[in-house]
């Protein structure tokens, strides 16, 4: 076995990977899960979703991919999904963590002045006036979630797209590692799909676009989100089903139509057989539930 194929996937650390709500997102400390690192978080990654992480006390180290920090606070980083990162801070240390899904990303990334397809990791002093105000936005965050939950989506998203670009005015991207070129060919496909999936692209148009090999593009997206292509493009098509039934008021006829399915009915068995019901019974069921976001249990 590969050393890729030996990092742990996880959802939020100690929890195992899932899939994500449209529009996820989740907040809390390094030190709410102590008692499962006990400040030796080993290295691992998220495939669905990245993070902002704030370290406000103490210090320590921190890995992403094969480049490490000695850091203290205030420190800042953003880490996309399925980039590989890790730390070791004693139990002094803590810091605000802000877990958002890669639908969300999408959505704040043209109105943010950082990438949000490479990681950030930037320090800073505590008396300088702008890491105060990156320190006051974070556990605002913090707060508004603790109170408020999903309820508060359009407040926090607010917030996060301020961090981001505050971030890019404090260093951006700055001497960061690299993605792996397996990393790098999978988010590059990734990218190709979220433009292209509505044409109903064969996967050699996918091929060709990117200058590589079917073995190769397959064995990227395999090792990196753990599908084929073929089932990417289908999970692409079904993420776009899941907000047009959650945000929009359109029929599903029509949302069917907008996601490349002519036939409603094979719409409907397209739904059901990845999500367990219906469109039309998936929607009422989340719309009852309230704005998506918030998991009790993570």
């Known amino acids: 076995m590969s050393l890729k194929n030996e990092i742990p996937n996880f959802f939020v ?3 195992p990977s899932r899939a994500l709500d449209v529009g996820f997102l989740h907040v809390e400390t390094v030190m709410d899960r102590k008692t499962l690192h006990f400040g030796h978080v080993a290295s691992h990654k998220h495939p669905s979703m990245g993070q902002i992480t704030y370290w ?5 180290h921190y890995r992403i991919e094969d480049r490490t920090w000695n850091f203290s606070a205030p420190t800042i980083s953003f880490v996309p999904s399925n980039i590989i990162h890790g730390f070791e801070v004693d139990d002094q240390s803590d810091a ?8 969300t990303l999408k959505a704040l990334a043209p109105q943010v002045d950082v990438s949000l397809d490479m990681p950030t990791f930037l320090t800073g002093r505590p008396e300088d006036p702008s890491w105060q105000k990156l320190g006051v936005l974070l556990e605002m965050i913090s707060v508004e979630y603790r109170e408020r939950g999903g309820q508060s ?3 926090m998203l607010g917030l996060i797209g301020v961090v981001l670009s505050l971030m890019s005015r404090l260093g951006g991207s700055a001497a960061l590692p690299s993605a792996s ?3 790098t060919l999978a988010l590059s496909l990734r990218s190709a799909v979220d433009r292209h999936y509505k044409s109903d692209w064969p996967v050699g148009r996918y091929v060709e676009l990117l200058a590589t090999t079917p073995h190769l593009l397959d064995k990227a997206c395999r ?9 990417m493009l289908l999970e692409r ?19 069917g139509r907008e996601v490349g399915f002519e036939d409603p009915a094979y719409f409907s068995r397209f739904f059901r057989k990845r999500m367990g019901e219906a469109p039309a019974a998936w929607r009422r069921r989340n719309l009852e539930r309230g704005p998506a976001g918030r998991d009790d249990e993570a």
């Open 13 to 15: 650390y100690g929890e």
């Open 56 to 60: 406000y006390k103490g210090g320590g």
């Open 96 to 103: 605000i963590v802000v877990s958002i899904s890669d639908d």
């Open 153 to 155: 989506e359009k407040v």
């Open 181 to 183: 070129p397996m990393v």
């Open 223 to 231: 090792e990196v989100f753990g599908l084929t292509v073929k089932e």
């Open 237 to 255: 098509r079904l993420l776009e089903a899941k907000r047009l039934l959650m945000f929009t008021i359109r029929s599903v006829e029509d949302i």
